[in-house]
């Protein structure tokens, strides 16, 4: 039986623990926080969204990088172990649009609930209000750790689920990387992801609140496009989020730290422009003597419809009888190319997750474990590994942490 210290009690702490446990280690729990799962608690709108009921093999394609280093760990705890684990343990649950799944309650703390009674059952010694300080180490091996109490806990195996960098009010204060750099490994830099966008044009803000579905995203850089998809979006006081956009992030992250990326929203992707035109010459041919501005109702959100008068450079008093076919097109390559700038990403505090960390090369893909040093193991958002919505990093922590704590001999 080997002594194993788990530091970290969000989703993949968890999950190295059980794992562990079960597999008849003796297992201590380290969180320096009040209660665990703090950061669990409020994903998915506290709701939770533990995975996602894709096939197995679309789990990689929502992993923009380092996809090929899970291999092993999706396939020793893939997304149907995860729902099973849940089920068995009494956690009913339901999947969603896009195959997201999530508790049948619809608390965050039922999911939590399940995994502590787990652990009590497993075996799992857990203790709360428990900061560590710093890795012990002994003939190039981890030998436990130093708490900031000053007491020194022995081990012979180390798990590192300390998370990322993002909400940060939670715990996730980067205490992971600190541990990784004093023991030589490499860390990639860290970014938000899975995080909104700030956007240069003022007519945004007038929009703030107004969520669009069914739209159609293009971004550009350079008019090189670097991104597309449909979905949903939403307009704030700062920018552009919504699943789309937070999605978007994860995936031009690198290219918006270069500067400016033009976005173009499709607001009507299931009309060509010509369908559109003929939509928009019905629309005018009832209202034949109507000013514009009060013919577009049917076509666009309230809130839209003065920044769109703006864009399309048609005067909001013009009856649509004089509108000119040059007007019209360019309304039609507003609403088809409804232009934003995108400037630059909101910070961490706002990112759901975090970029970056402890680079997989210095980290074994069968077992979690150091190449640096014995007995020493990495799982969850410490390492550098990053998804897309919908339950894709949850399966990451669930994964990673399950083969963290069963590789530990």
Same mark, same amino acid.
């Given at each position: 039986?080997?002594? #194993?210290?788990?530091?970290g009690?969000? @989703?993949?702490?968890?999950a190295?623990?059980?794992?562990?446990?079960?597999?008849?280690?003796?297992?201590?729990l380290?969180?320096?926080?009040?209660k665990?799962?703090k950061?669990?608690?409020?994903?998915g709108?506290?709701?939770?969204?533990?995975?996602?009921?894709?096939?197995?093999?679309?789990?990689?394609?929502?992993? /923009?990088?380092?996809?090929?280093?899970l291999?092993?760990?999706?396939?020793?705890?893939?997304?149907?172990?995860?729902m099973?684990?849940?089920?068995?343990?009494?956690?009913?649950?339901?999947?969603?649009?896009?195959? =997201?799944v999530?508790p049948?309650s &619809?608390?965050?703390?039922?999911?939590? =609930?399940?995994?502590?009674? $787990?652990?009590?059952?497993?075996?799992?010694?857990v203790?709360?209000?428990t900061?560590?300080?710093?890795? *012990?180490?002994?003939?190039?091996?981890?030998?436990? #750790?130093l708490?900031?109490?000053?007491e020194?806990?022995?081990?012979?195996?180390?798990?590192i689920?300390?998370?990322?960098?993002?909400?940060?009010?939670?715990?996730?204060?980067?205490?992971?990387?600190?541990?990784?750099?004093?023991?030589?490994?490499?860390?990639v830099?860290?970014?938000?992801?899975?995080?909104?966008?700030?956007?240069?044009?003022?007519?945004?803000?007038?929009?703030?609140?107004?969520?669009l579905?069914?739209?159609?995203?293009?971004?550009?850089?350079?008019?090189?496009?670097?991104? %597309? &998809?449909?979905?949903?979006?939403?307009?704030?006081?700062?920018?552009?989020?919504?699943?789309?956009?937070?999605?978007?992030?994860? *995936?031009?992250?690198?290219?918006?730290?270069?500067?400016?990326?033009?976005m %173009?929203?499709?607001?009507? @992707?299931?009309?060509?422009?010509?369908?559109?035109?003929?939509?928009?010459?019905?629309?005018f041919?009832?209202?034949?003597?109507?000013?514009?501005?009060?013919?577009?109702?049917?076509?666009?959100p309230?809130?839209?419809?003065?920044?769109?008068?703006?864009?399309?450079?048609?005067? /909001?008093?013009?009856? #649509?009888?004089?509108?000119?076919?040059?007007?019209?097109?360019n309304?039609i390559?507003?609403?088809?190319?409804?232009p934003?700038?995108?400037?630059?990403?909101?910070?961490?505090?706002?990112?759901?997750?975090?970029?970056?960390?402890?680079?997989?090369? &210095?980290?074994? /893909?069968?077992?979690?474990?150091?190449k640096?040093?014995?007995? *020493?193991?990495? $799982?969850?958002?410490?390492?550098?590994?990053?998804?897309?919505?919908?339950?894709?990093?949850?399966?990451i922590?669930?994964?990673?942490?399950?083969?963290?704590?069963?590789?530990? @001999?």
């Amino acid at each position: 039986m080997s002594k #194993v210290i788990v530091i970290g009690g969000g @989703p993949a702490g968890m999950a190295a623990a059980l794992a562990a446990a079960e597999n008849g280690q003796q297992v201590t729990l380290l969180e320096k926080n009040e209660k665990l799962g703090k950061k669990l608690y409020i994903t998915g709108k506290g709701r939770c969204n533990i995975t996602n009921a894709c096939d197995t093999e679309e789990l990689f394609s929502n992993v /923009p990088r380092n996809a090929k280093f899970l291999y092993s760990a999706f396939y020793a705890c893939d997304n149907f172990k995860v729902m099973r684990f849940f089920e068995e343990h009494g956690l009913r649950l339901k999947t969603e649009r896009g195959n =997201r799944v999530f508790p049948e309650s &619809d608390h965050s703390s039922d999911v939590i =609930r399940t995994l502590q009674n $787990a652990m009590r059952d497993a075996g799992v010694e857990v203790r709360l209000f428990t900061e560590v300080k710093s890795l *012990l180490v002994k003939d190039g091996r981890v030998a436990g #750790v130093l708490l900031e109490n000053k007491e020194k806990l022995s081990g012979d195996a180390v798990v590192i689920a300390t998370g990322g960098f993002s909400y940060q009010s939670t715990g996730s204060t980067g205490d992971g990387y600190r541990f990784a750099a004093e023991t030589g490994h490499e860390l990639v830099k860290t970014t938000p992801s899975l995080v909104p966008f700030t956007v240069k044009e003022d007519y945004v803000k007038e929009m703030q609140g107004l969520s669009l579905k069914n739209v159609k995203v293009s971004i550009y850089q350079k008019n090189r496009k670097i991104y %597309e &998809d449909f979905g949903e979006m939403l307009f704030t006081h700062f920018g552009v989020s919504g699943p789309l956009l937070l999605s978007a992030s994860s *995936l031009v992250n690198n290219q918006i730290m270069q500067g400016e990326l033009q976005m %173009e929203i499709d607001l009507k @992707p299931a009309l060509t422009e010509e369908q559109l035109d003929k939509r928009i010459l019905r629309d005018f041919d009832e209202n034949k003597n109507r000013q514009f501005k009060n013919c577009i109702q049917k076509l666009l959100p309230s809130k839209m419809i003065p920044v769109m008068i703006k864009l399309s450079g048609i005067h /909001p008093d013009k009856k #649509v009888n004089e509108i000119t076919k040059e007007e019209r097109q360019n309304l039609i390559r507003c609403v088809k190319a409804f232009p934003v700038t995108l400037t630059g990403l909101r910070d961490f505090k706002e990112a759901i997750i975090t970029r970056g960390g402890v680079s997989v090369k &210095d980290v074994n /893909p069968s077992t979690m474990e150091s190449k640096k040093m014995e007995g *020493l193991y990495f $799982a969850g958002e410490v390492l550098d590994l990053d998804a897309l919505t919908g339950g894709f990093n949850l399966q990451i922590a669930w994964s990673t942490g399950y083969l963290a704590g069963n590789s530990i @001999p």
